[in-house]
């Protein structure tokens, strides 16, 4: 089993009409315009497309952030991005917080609109990507005035406690649990203020804690891909995805994306494929660490 992750595309639009301006929506252009532009090549999205495609997954996962301030248009252009995968084989996601930058936005359901695939509307959802590999989505984006903070509550906690308990154990299938926001950063890496992060982070945490079993946790929102065995969770390998076309000094083309390979079950491959600027691409395989709280090395492009 072959399952691809990409995180953070932040798809946007320079252009926009002056009554779109109104509310968050006006902070958010602002930066675009200023900062934002300049650092995510969103002209790289047919070449990430392509090597993605090039590898037959059987699934590809996505961990929100597809827009930047939840334009119509920024969601129609990412619909038209992930149709080309879905014609290859089934995509996941889960919406991050610039999926829901507005209220409007939220309020109209873009994300679900555009881009659930039909199985995963409502959340927690429950999927199931082979007979032993289960999924769950999770939601804690939302529209907030100023800062970016994610909150799941106290109800969806619930629901995903309930499921769970549903799911029989396997020691041979970790079971994959997909959220836009992290589980704390690895000391190793930028670390998250808490305006950033999950606000119920510690209720989170109590019900994972709960459930001994191998737990697979991919998430995105901080632009910088790592892979690390959160404090508190030793049982969990917690995967940053990075954001594909963000470019840095250690990834001048972007950060790339993940391959995870299941061929044996008690072995998974982690693999990191990133963009080099002769446009060849660059694949790093990494071994998540046995102690809890250093990020592997990742070592970029060389
Ligand atoms: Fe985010
Ligand atoms: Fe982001």
Redesign the pocket.
Known sequence: MRIVLF??L?LYQLAVWPWQLLGKRLLGQTNLWLNRRNRFRIDLCDILAEKILSLNPDAILGT??LTTTSLKDEFLAARKWIQQLRHACPVHLVP???DRYTFTSARQRYFERYLSDAQDIGFPYHNTLSPNLHLIGLDAAGPRCLLSWGKLGNEQCRRFDKILNQIPESKEHPLIIMCHYSLGSPSNCHQEPPSHGLRDLPQLTKILQNHSRPILYLH??V?EPWLWRPDKLPHVIALNAG?PVFTTPRFPMGQGFWELDFADPSNFQYTHHALAPDNTWQSESLTPPSETGLSATLQGIT
């Open positions: 995180g953070d932040h929100g952030d991050g917080n610039h995105g929102h632009h954001a």
